[in-house]
């Protein structure tokens, strides 16, 4: 019966092509279907043949579980580009036999790289893998496998690496011919340089390179990919097929690297264009370089025309004074929807300057549909970490999850810095050991490299998120363990801030709306930086402080420009915590009769449509600091814009035992040291009074001599009789005053505008107003 069985299954089926996840790409293997294993007679790890345009092979693995009862085959992009063939292709696949080499020739698949040194390592990194004559293929490092793998697959995955970053090389020739493996015996031959073969197509970069952008693929290759690959879809719909593609975004977020990938992977001619290459000194120069440009693509069709940085050579005609300018925009508007009919051919340009674009060139016709690359999420940024850490010996200890949730703000060009950062770390570690004359670094020691998580620790250090690097305040080091005496503003602000950036879905799943603000008030040293500091730590949002000298200029319009550009680039790096201190400095009341009226009135206009605006606030929180609440603009203090007003006061005994533990957390205390007796006695001390307290106290012990050992009880007996509570009584009724007005009285008109109750009162209207 066994014998009946397999005479009469099936040697060959024919599958559709999907994406392998990235994190698993350049190892060699195809996930498979069940169903697909079992007609063919396959067991995960068994070699099998893969054919498109062209034959190439890979070790079968079952599929993962999410694609159940799909009757597909996952390829990484490197097989995909052996067998010529796209995602959403069909393939025929049947079982392999596989022979073990007896010589292979590597060398570079691109040709801005030179190689040298010994093929040992080249042969472990390979072991086991089949390949056959004319495939790319990529050299791999110690990876993570599923536990689900085979134990002998698994071994031949877990192959040392070659080097500390993924190579890929051409496999030039084999012997003997046909699908062979590299084993013991195998002779390896490394040539130091590029080899095309004949009929290849590149890839250097394929969708498996890109990470945290699975939706922008998506809407790309719909755009781009199927207009080339399948034209007659659209004859047949008896539509245009789209002309162009405009992607924009902020620096780093791999723009280019995507439509490098999409003319890779869609088998189309790549014509690169950047701006300052194509301007010309002569008349009429630079239109002819760009019509020469479009001619030659034509004729190379299928073809993809990539723009970079648009805004520079097609900025918008009525801000430029230059005729050349003019006239090359013209030439583009021409070339891109003229009288000439383009066929298999496709405009992508980049930016990250939407706005400066010349606005003809934004319709339908021209640039059909505009796509954002935006600051990848947690999830995306965990694929890109996979990526650039797939030809990297990780130590075993380090936890790329941890990692991802840490690097909120990166982009992908952060964090392949950051990776190039942690592998730097690893080399001066052995740098001591290397002597540089020496033609080779010993085997031995590159087999120790490692990247350890202090590596990576140490580079974020270094690296910061590039979109913040013109606001950029470094990442809060303060957390809630930090901050004490101050229970009930902490926990509004975990509740409105942390709450809504950690777990969006609950909100969403009561129909209910985030707060957009915050108004921290209060006597000044009460700890509201130091809060909206914790908060930006705990929530892990990034923090960008401002204050109302940064914002407010002397030039008409500047001002307000300062603020677009605040709120835009909070925007683009969410989740944001934009803190402005001093607020009642930039948002005075309007009318009041504060400061230069027409400056600040428009910068509260502003301030008011930023928040609560056309343009919704996203993962953007604003916390506003003050001690004088009642100048504030009394529009910014309703539901919608500041939805929470907070009263941080001054603390109360337990708080105040709470802060002096902290302060004195690194001090040398004497055992007759009382903390609970200086809480009690030091009524109405804020945050920095305590502080202030606790390093005189150490001022005094160095007094008695430069050798003190530890800090006494009289020496805070001392530091008591030199500093004082800051905080007035006749201020803590003022801020009652205060706090009840908010929370209880409307805003009323005056001849000067409007006003709070009680604003009138602060200002020495009753005698008792205090100057604070």
Same mark, same amino acid.
């Given at each position: ?116 040194? $010994? ?130 975004? +902020? ?51 299928? $073809? ?346 001054? +603390? ?121």
């Amino acid at each position: 019966m066994a014998d009946t069985d397999t005479l009469e299954r099936p040697t060959t089926a024919r599958v559709q092509v999907a994406n392998l996840p990235p994190a698993d790409g350049g190892r060699g293997f195809a996930r498979l279907s069940l169903n697909l294993m079992k007609s063919l007679g396959l067991n995960e790890g068994d070699v099998i043949e893969i054919v498109g345009k062209r034959s190439t092979t890979a070790r079968a693995l079952r599929p993962y579980p999410d694609d159940a009862g799909l009757d597909i085959i996952r390829l990484d992009g490197l097989q995909r580009s052996n067998a010529r063939v796209g995602s959403g292709d069909y393939v025929e696949v049947k079982k392999a036999e596989s022979k073990a080499a007896t010589r292979v020739v590597f060398a570079p698949a691109t040709d801005n790289i030179r190689l040298q040194g $010994s093929a040992i390592a080249l042969k472990r990194s390979f072991a086991g893998r089949p390949v056959t004559e004319g495939d790319v293929v990529a050299t791999t490092g110690h990876q993570r496998i599923d536990s689900n793998i085979p134990e002998e697959v698994r071994q031949m995955l877990n192959a040392p690496a070659f080097a500390l970053h993924e190579v890929r090389l051409n496999v030039v020739s084999t012997t003997p011919k046909g699908i062979v493996h590299v084993d013991a015996n195998t002779q390896i031959e490394l040539l130091p340089e590029y080899a095309k073969g004949e009929g290849e197509r590149r890839a250097d970069v394929t969708y498996d390179d890109l990470g945290g952008m699975r939706d922008t693929i998506d809407a790309l290759r719909e755009m781009v990919e199927l207009p080339l690959r399948h034209p007659e879809l659209f004859q047949r719909l008896g539509v245009d097929p789209p002309k162009g593609v405009l992607l924009h975004g +902020p620096p780093g977020t791999g723009k280019t690297r995507l439509a490098r990938a999409v003319a890779n992977e869609s088998d189309a001619k790549f014509f690169h264009i950047a701006g300052p290459e194509i301007m010309g000194s002569a008349y009429g120069e630079s239109e002819k370089k760009l019509r020469e440009l479009f001619e030659q693509a034509a004729e190379s069709a299928p $073809s993809i025309i990539f723009i970079d940085e648009i805004d520079s050579i097609a900025p918008k005609r009525s801000q430029v004074t230059g005729e050349a300018e003019k006239r090359l925009v013209a030439q583009l508007l021409s070339l891109m929807d003229g009288l000439e009919p383009r066929q298999n051919l496709v405009v992508i340009a980049a930016t990250n300057r939407p706005e400066a674009i010349d606005e003809a060139l934004r319709r339908p016709g021209r640039f059909d549909r505009e796509i954002v690359v935006g600051v990848p999420d947690e999830k995306g940024r965990r694929e890109i970490l996979g990526i650039h850490t797939r030809g990297m010996p990780l130590s075993a200890e380090v936890d790329l999850d941890e990692l991802a949730r840490q690097t909120y703000g990166f982009v992908g060009a952060d964090l392949a810095a950051l990776t190039r950062e942690a592998a730097l770390e690893a080399v001066r570690r052995i740098m001591p050991r290397l002597n540089l004359e020496d033609e080779a670094i010993p085997t031995e020691i590159l087999d120790a490299l490692s990247v350890e998580p202090h590596d990576f620790i140490n580079a974020l250090k270094r690296v910061q998120p590039s979109a913040m690097r013109e606001v950029m305040v470094e990442t809060p080091s303060v957390n809630w363990d930090d901050v004490g005496g101050l229970d009930a503003a902490r926990d509004r602000l975990r509740e409105g801030v942390e709450l809504p950036l950690k777990h969006p879905e609950a909100f969403r799943r009561l129909g209910i709306r985030p707060a957009k603000g915050f108004l921290l008030y209060g006597p000044p040293g009460t700890g509201k930086t130091l809060l909206a500091k914790a908060t930006a730590r705990e929530s892990e949002a990034n923090f960008i402080a401002t204050k109302s000298s940064d914002l407010l200029s002397k030039w008409y319009g500047e001002s307000e420009q300062q603020i677009a550009r605040l709120f835009a680039r909070a925007r683009q790096v969410a989740p944001t915590i934009i803190f402005i201190d001093e607020l009642d400095s930039l948002v005075p009341a309007r009318g009041a009769g504060l400061g230069e009226p027409q400056v600040t009135e428009r910068v509260v206009n502003t301030i008011l449509a930023e928040m609560d605006g056309l343009e919704e606030l996203n993962n953007v929180v604003v916390i506003g600091a003050t001690n004088r609440p009642n100048l504030i603009d009394p529009a910014l203090l309703r539901p919608g814009r500041l939805d929470e007003l907070i009263y941080v006061g001054t +603390p109360d005994t337990a708080g105040r035992r709470r802060i002096l533990a902290i302060h004195t957390e690194e001090m040398p205390l004497a055992k007759d040291v009382d903390l609970e007796s200086l809480a009690q006695r030091t009524e109405r001390f804020t945050g920095a009074d305590l502080e202030d307290l606790v390093r005189r106290a150490g001022l005094t012990a160095l007094r008695r001599g430069l050798e003190a050992k530890e800090v006494t009880m009289a020496d805070f007996e001392a530091a008591l009789t030199e500093t004082r509570a800051s905080v007035t009584p006749e201020m803590l009724d003022e801020y009652e005053r205060i706090q009840r007005t908010l929370k209880s009285e409307a805003v009323r008109p005056t001849g000067i505008g409007f006003v709070l109750p009680g604003m009138l009162r602060s200002r020495g209207g009753d005698g008792k107003g205090s100057d604070h």
